[in-house]
Structure formats: structure tokens, C-alpha cells
């Protein structure tokens, strides 16, 4: 074997690969495709016999879960994808990226599944959170950002999800139909940069068929992916998509997630000694996952490229969190109330705020799904804004309505272990009834993938039981139940109050099960102070697994909330607001609404929510709305509050960042990475599969551009928001031609014109009227940031590369750009553009780079 270099001395690129190729060579075909299959949930097997670690595998993309799926082991929780592209600031998300790869090393993961760049399609699509943008351009530029923050710290990136993976119904399952340049300009067009630029090191494919093939069987994966862009990393299954042993070998897979069972194994061994999967492409995809390893310093006698980052300090992250947070967020709308603009509020009027709605004191901070992180602690609005204002002035909360009907999880201040202690016990039962392990517990949501702890797998375990005590602080009647998939048994003081078996809707996606597992609940009535003994048990019914694979693990929930009427609440909301020198009203969707597993139904916000909005700016002219969700909602009520801001899914820091911007310690940094609709269906592509078809029957024109084609206005732009300052675009200039193959640069001057100083994002859309082939309207070719103080003028330069006004041709099969002339506008957002020149590209070409 090749000799083993100093600790610290590294190797150029040949030297690295020459080990790598000795290494494989010195192992059997079953070592080989062994490896080529995980070993469980989230880890692939080590080699001893070639210096291989096992590596570790963790979701994202707002945080780094780990190998545990609860509150056990906390995570720095970043804002969603959604808001890093709102902020359009990639020098921020490539330090989160940095703290993103501190965090994996933290939990010992060697490779994140994230970023997603899927783009928007609809906001129907229930992942629509975990993405960044409607547009290919910001999204691989912010995707870009993300992927050299992470690998900067000697962590794998994973792009996901290649391709057409914009929608959760049938996810298995559908044929999503995509015309080649669609396909070209659009879907695959974010991936391309990450892959060429970033050099990513992992790429995950989708579980959707395109255009009649599965993703992890798609030629695409060879021919696009590795030969025409080059890509030398990892393509892995999303977790369960491997369908078949050949076709997969054979098109272009090269790791089958999760382990230990699925098609490949035994299976690939004898596909490759009969003659049907040449060796070649065995030693080609270990190869790629010696070259992982050897990336993120999982190979002994290989120093990675990148040095392992180094923990952050916690005050570092909470402030980078913070900061980053309000960057993302949007300023919707902000009328004059007596003269003056009604954000930033003035901190010297206040005497007593009301802050209202069921998002403002519980802060939803991420979606649901393979998304989710549990931080080691969130802020609340009421609680960033009594930290923010002090004690001199009285900040007020009211729920006022229910945003869902479900139970939420057990309060942790309301329950006590047998033994006393705060939390709850959990133990678990073999078949016989004999207690196999126990656990004490700071939650009531669980959940466990392939096994309990080291030595106890979930196949060995028959049923699970939560015991505790439950002591009520005021009287009344108590709803408490649980969740889950299969038999719950419920007994209150040692009397059974039900025993049930749940079953999921016909056709459901097993990650319901996880997300919004059926309930069953009982009313219990309890004095103040007073106490009952709790067991909640529950045997698990199998899930329908994925495909040929069992989904092997097991989620359950202790739910408990006090019954309280909507209408009374609503009716305490608005009397607080009457009295208040200022209403905050912080509504938004659940987990229920948005989710992997299952897309939206609607984009009302659920339950009365609506209704609050309008009462209470009916008692108080100057309230201001936080939307906390990770998609667009429907706003009936735009025009009857003065001020609205979208917080999106703003992770850990929400409140403290909240207050920042509410007052006016930050401006709201950010933009619409999407076109927000005004209302339901409004020129959206659907995401429901017709006889297991998706067809996307829009082609090219998704997002603001499919406004454009049916004359009609959006709720607010693409590109959209405010800040607290105003800009004037004072001049730009741009050179006369473009080559083909090069960049221009628009030199844009702008003025900060306002009395505070500011940061304006400076977007440049290009048209070609009088093209000879269908386009859009209008499209983002390139955008900058400017950063003034008051009065000040500076020049930002937009580099605008002759890609961003190329097209697909699908008959040559290569990118062309038209010869000719093309218009381009500068401005604030899609719609509102204030400068404009024009660029000549001098010759058509055709190139497949």
C-alpha cells in the first residue's frame, strides 16, 4: 500500500486518486458493492481493510439533526431555505454554510443532505419552505453560496433533489412530464452551478420519475450530470428511491440509501458476475465514495482539502442567527399612520403593545419533514419583545384563535416522572410485557429510526409506554391524548379512557405518519392543582414502508391542551388590542399545513386567523401583521392594516430578531424570492398528478412570468420589499456588445435617499421583444447589493453572464444565445423598474457547456 503521508501534509489531486485506485483494487467484488449500500438509517459502512471510517450522514437544511431524531441532541436551527433567498445575500448564507459544517462536526457527521433546489413551481408544493426560489438564478446562486460555506469546513454538501422534484402527492410514484427545455432552462439549470462551480461533492436523487423513468435509473445521471458537467462526486439514492439492481448500476447510481437491505447486495454481485453490469462501473462508483471519503477526512493516510471547521462559541451562533434572520425578512406594505411610516415602531410611544395570534407565543421556527431540527431553545415574539422593551412597558398576549384542530405535543411545565422529576419516563415492552429499557424524557413527541440505543433495535420492541403525572395550574377541562399510527391505550388514575387503533387515510405518504399521525383524545376535567397519574401506550401498526422497503422506525405523541373557546378568545385579542398603543398579530401556518409528505390543500392561513387580523384593525389603526410561514398565504385583508412583514420559518432567534426589526434596531433586509398570489389557483401549476402524471403543461413560464401571460397582477412581485429607507436610481451603463461566451458588467448607480441607513438590492431583468422563439416577458439576468448611508450615492456592478440571456435549443440539443439586441431594466422588483439600456450579442452560438 502507498506509503501514509505526515499528519497535516497534503497530497496534490493525482497523488489522492492513485490511492484511491490502489485501495479499491486490493478489495473483492463483494467488499466492493458491499460498500455500496448504507449500513443503517443515516451511516455507511467502514473498511478496516483499506483505512475507511463509517461515515455519517445527517439531514438539513435549516440545521444538522445528527443520527438522533429528537430533543436529545439540539441543533442550531438557521432560518429556512426560503428566507436565505429572500435575503439575496450570498457572502451570509456562505458563513451560515461555515457554522452549518461546525455543527455537523459537532454531532460527528461527515456529509449533509442539503441544499434542496427544487424551485418553486407552486406554493402548493408542501417542501415549498425547504427550497429557495422560483427563479434558477437566485436559487443557484444562493445554492452555490450554501454549498462552499459547508464544504469550506471538511463537510459534504448534498444538492437534492435531481430532478422535477417539486411536489409531495404521489411522490413515489409520479411521471413527471417536462419538455427538454424546461427541463434545461429551469429544473436542472440551479444544479448545474453547484456542480461546475461549487464543486459539490454529493448529489441525491429524486424519487419521481421524469419523462417515464425513475430518477435514480435516469440517463441523466451519466450523460448530464457526470459527462457533460463533470461531476466526480457521489450520486445517492434519496432514502428508499433505489428501485431495481440493473438499471441503477447501470444509468448511473452509486450509493443506495438507507442500509442495510435494498436492491443492490447479493443482487449486484450476481448482475456483475453474469456479464449485465460491467465491473468498470462498480470500481467507478467506489471510486466516487473513496473520493467522498477521502474529501471529509474519513480515509486513513488522505488529508481532506478542507480543514475540519471549528465549534462556534453559542454567542456567536445566536447572533449570527439573529442577524440573519431579520436579513431574510420581507416588508410587504408599510402606510403612513399620523404622518409617520407604521414601522419602525417608536419605542418612546409605547407604553403597552398587545401581541396577538396562536404563531406569537409558541415560534415556528422550521417546516416539517426530513427538515426538521430540534434547537436548544427558540425565542418567542412576546418573549423577544418583553426582552426588547424591558419593563416599562407592558406587552400583552392573546392567542385569539386556533390554528389548527389538532392537540399539540404535552407541555412540559404541566407533567412530572413517577419518580418526581420534571418530563416524562418512557419505557419499553417485549412482547411478554418485560420492560426492555427505559428512558427519562424532556418531551412529548418521539421519535426513533432502526433502533431504541445500542443494543436495543425496534424489531425487538412490542410496545412503548409513557408514564407521568399531570398537575393542572388553573381548572378546567384538559384534552389530553396521543398520536400515532396503530393501537393507543390510554389510562387516566389506572382507569383505561380509550384503547384505539388509528389507521392513515388511503394513499397517504408513511411520512404522515410522522408529521400528522392520526389522534385520539379524551376530556379530563381537573381542579386547580390537582393531580392524575398518566400511561399512554402504544404498540406501532407498520407504516406501508417505501416500495419494496419497510420504513423501520416508530413516532408517537402525548398530546395535552386546555379546552378554551375560539370566540372568547378572539374576543379577549381584541380588547387587548383597543387598549394598546400598538397591535402585534403574528399568524401563519402549522406543520399540518407544511410538510414533506403531502402537499397544501389551500393557502388561507388555517383556521380564524383571517378574522383576528381584521378585528383587531378594527379597534387599533396602527397594527402591524408578522406572517410566519414558509410559503405564500393569501392576505384578504392587505388593505385594511397599514404595515405587514413575512417572517417566513426564521429559525431559533425568531423573536429576539423580530423585535430588532419592529424596532428599528435592523431593517427588514429581504425580497421576495417568489411571486406572492392574490388568491387561490391564481395562474398556479398544479401539483396533483392526473393517473400518476404530473405534466407541467406551463413549460418555462413559472412564477411571475405567468402573470405576464394571463394579464393579470399578482399580490406583490417577485423581488418585492421594503426597507426603511427609499432609493433613487440615478444612472447605468453597460457595455454595447456581449461575446458569447462572456460576462458583462452593468455598472448601476443608485442614491440612498432616505434619512437611515440602508441596503438595496439591485435586480436586472433582460427581454428580447422581437425574439424569434417564445420566452418570457421578462427574466432576472443578474442583482447586487448596495449599502449607503443617508444621502449617499454609490455604483454597484451587476455581472451579467451570457448564459442569463441564453436558451435551450431542443432540436440541436445545445445552450444558443440569439444575435441581436436584448433589453435590460434595473430596479427594485419584477414589476417596478427604473433604468434601462440594452446589450448585442454579435453572433448566435450553440455550445453544450
Known amino acids: 500500500m502507498t506509503a501514509i503521508p505526515a499528519a497535516g501534509e497534503r497530497q496534490p489531486v493525482e497523488a489522492v486518486e492513485a490511492i484511491l485506485r490502489e485501495r479499491l483494487g486490493s478489495l473483492s467484488l463483494q467488499q466492493k458493492v458491499r460498500l455500496l449500500t448504507g449500513a443503517d438509517f443515516w451511516s455507511l459502512r467502514p473498511e478496516p481493510a483499506i483505512g475507511l471510517r463509517r461515515m455519517v450522514l445527517s439531514d438539513g437544511p435549516a440545521g444538522v439533526r445528527g443520527e438522533l431524531w429528537d430533543e436529545r441532541d439540539p441543533s442550531a436551527n438557521i432560518p429556512s431555505p426560503t428566507a436565505l433567498a429572500a435575503s439575496w445575500d450570498e457572502a451570509r448564507v456562505e458563513r451560515l454554510g461555515r457554522l452549518l459544517a461546525a455543527e455537523a462536526r459537532r454531532k460527528g457527521v461527515d456529509v449533509l443532505l442539503a441544499p434542496t433546489v427544487n424551485l418553486h413551481r407552486s406554493p402548493y408544493g408542501g417542501r415549498h419552505f425547504e427550497c429557495f426560489s422560483e427563479d434558477p438564478l437566485l436559487t443557484a446562486r444562493i445554492g452555490v453560496a450554501y454549498v462552499r460555506g459547508v464544504q469550506a469546513g471538511g463537510v459534504a454538501a448534498t444538492v437534492k433533489h435531481l430532478v422535477a422534484n417539486d411536489s409531495e402527492t404521489q411522490r413515489f410514484t409520479l411521471d413527471a412530464r417536462v419538455d427538454e427545455r424546461a427541463l434545461r432552462e429551469r429544473y436542472l439549470a440551479p444544479f448545474e452551478p453547484i456542480v461546475r462551480e461549487a464543486g459539490v461533492w454529493a448529489v441525491m436523487a429524486a424519487y419521481n420519475s421524469i419523462n417515464g423513468v425513475t430518477a435514480t435509473e435516469h440517463p441523466m445521471l451519466a450523460e448530464v450530470l457526470k459527462d457533460e458537467w463533470g461531476f466526480d462526486g457521489v450520486v445517492m439514492s434519496d432514502w428508499y428511491a ?23 447486495g447479493d443482487r449486484l454481485v450476481a448482475a456483475v458476475r453474469g456479464g449485465r453490469v460491467p465491473r468498470a462501473a462498480v470500481d467507478d462508483k467506489l471510486l466516487r465514495l473513496l473520493r467522498l471519503a477521502a474529501r471529509v477526512g474519513a480515509l486513513d493516510g488522505v488529508e481532506p482539502p478542507a480543514p475540519s471547521a471549528d465549534p462556534w462559541p453559542q454567542e456567536a451562533v445566536a447572533a449570527e442567527l439573529r442577524e440573519s434572520a431579520a436579513a431574510g425578512f420581507v416588508l410587504l406594505g408599510n402606510a403612513q399612520v399620523e404622518a409617520a411610516p407604521a414601522l419602525p415602531l417608536d419605542r418612546s410611544a409605547l407604553r403597552r403593545v398587545a401581541v396577538l395570534g396562536p404563531n406569537a407565543e409558541v415560534a415556528r421556527t422550521l417546516g416539517g419533514g426530513s427538515a426538521t431540527v430540534f434547537p436548544p431553545y427558540t425565542v418567542s415574539v412576546v418573549e423577544g419583545l418583553r426582552a426588547a422593551l424591558g419593563t416599562g412597558v407592558q406587552v400583552d398576549h392573546g392567542r385569539g384563535v386556533r390554528s389548527t384542530d389538532r392537540l399539540p405535543v404535552a407541555p412540559m411545565a404541566l407533567l412530572r416522572r413517577p419518580d418526581g422529576g420534571a418530563g416524562v419516563e418512557v419505557r419499553f415492552l417485549a412482547a411478554d410485557g418485560t420492560v426492555r429499557g427505559r428512558e427519562d424524557r424532556a418531551t412529548g413527541a418521539f421519535n426513533w429510526l432502526s433502533r431504541f440505543g445500542p443494543d436495543l433495535p425496534i424489531a425487538e420492541v412490542a410496545a412503548v409506554e409513557v408514564h407521568t403525572r399531570l398537575r393542572a395550574p388553573e381548572p378546567g377541562t384538559y384534552l389530553l391524548g396521543g398520536s400515532g399510527l396503530g393501537t393507543l391505550r390510554l389510562t387516566v388514575d389506572n382507569q383505561v379512557a380509550f384503547d384505539t387503533v388509528t389507521e392513515l387515510p388511503t394513499g397517504a405518504d408513511p411520512v404522515e405518519a410522522l408529521m400528522r399521525p392520526p389522534q385520539r383524545w379524551v376530556p379530563v376535567e381537573l381542579d386547580a392543582g390537582e393531580e392524575v397519574a398518566v400511561v399512554l401506550r402504544y404498540r406501532p401498526k407498520d407504516t406501508g414502508g417505501f416500495g419494496e422497503a419497510e420504513l423501520d422506525s416508530l413516532t408517537f405523541q402525548l398530546n395535552l391542551a386546555r379546552q378554551a373557546s375560539d370566540e372568547e378568545e378572539l374576543q379577549q385579542a381584541v380588547a387587548l388590542a383597543a387598549e394598546a398603543d400598538a397591535a402585534v398579530v403574528v399568524v401563519g401556518t402549522t406543520e399540518e399545513v407544511e410538510s414533506e409528505g403531502f402537499d397544501r390543500d389551500s393557502l388561507a392561513l388555517p383556521g380564524r386567523q383571517d ?43 425568531f423573536g429576539n430578531a423580530l423585535a430588532d426589526v419592529l424596532l428599528g434596531e435592523r431593517e427588514p433586509g429581504g425580497r421576495l424570492p417568489m411571486v406572492w398570489p392574490a388568491a387561490e389557483h391564481d395562474h398556479l401549476p398544479s401539483t396533483r398528478p392526473v ?3 404530473l405534466v407541467y403543461e406551463e413549460s418555462i413560464h413559472i412564477g411571475n412570468c405567468a402573470y405576464d401571460r394571463a394579464r393579470t397582477q399578482p399580490a406583490f412581485p417577485f423581488g418585492h420589499g421594503l426597507g426603511y429607507t427609499t432609493w433613487e436610481y440615478l444612472q447605468v451603463s453597460a457595455p454595447s456588445h456581449l461575446d458569447p461566451d462572456g460576462t458583462a458588467v452593468v455598472a448601476v448607480r443608485v442614491r440612498n435617499a432616505g ?12 427581454s428580447r421583444p422581437d425574439s424569434t422563439i417564445e420566452r418570457p416577458t421578462r427574466w432576472l439576468a443578474g442583482f447586487a447589493t448596495a449599502i449607503a448611508g443617508p444621502g449617499q450615492e454609490v455604483t454597484v456592478d451587476v455581472t451579467i453572464p451570457a448564459r442569463s440571456l441564453a436558451h435551450w435549443d431542443a432540436e440541436s440539443h445545445a445552450w444558443t444565445v440569439e444575435r441581436g439586441s436584448f433589453h435590460l431594466a434595473v430596479g427594485r422588483s419584477y414589476s417596478d423598474q427604473r433604468l434601462a439600456t440594452a446589450i448585442t450579442v454579435a453572433a448566435t452560438t450553440q455550445n453544450r457547456r
Do not use: C, H, K
Not at 406572517?627 to 388593505?639: K, Q
Open 755 to 766: 434619512t437611515r441607513p440602508g441596503r438595496e438590492v439591485v435586480q436586472v431583468y433582460a
Open 242 to 264: 433505489a428501485r431495481s439492481t440493473e438499471p441503477a448500476a447501470n444509468a448511473g447510481l452509486d450509493l443506495v440509501m438507507p442500509g442495510p437491505g435494498g436492491p443492490w
Open 691 to 693: 393517473d400518476g402524471q
Open 611 to 653: 378574522e383576528l387580523v381584521r378585528r383587531v384593525a378594527a379597534v387599533n389603526p396602527r397594527t402591524v401583521v408578522v406572517v410566519n410561514a414558509g410559503a405564500p398565504v393569501l392576505l384578504p385583508w392587505i388593505d385594511e392594516v397599514p404595515a405587514v412583514l413575512v417572517a417566513w420559518f426564521p429559525g431559533q432567534e
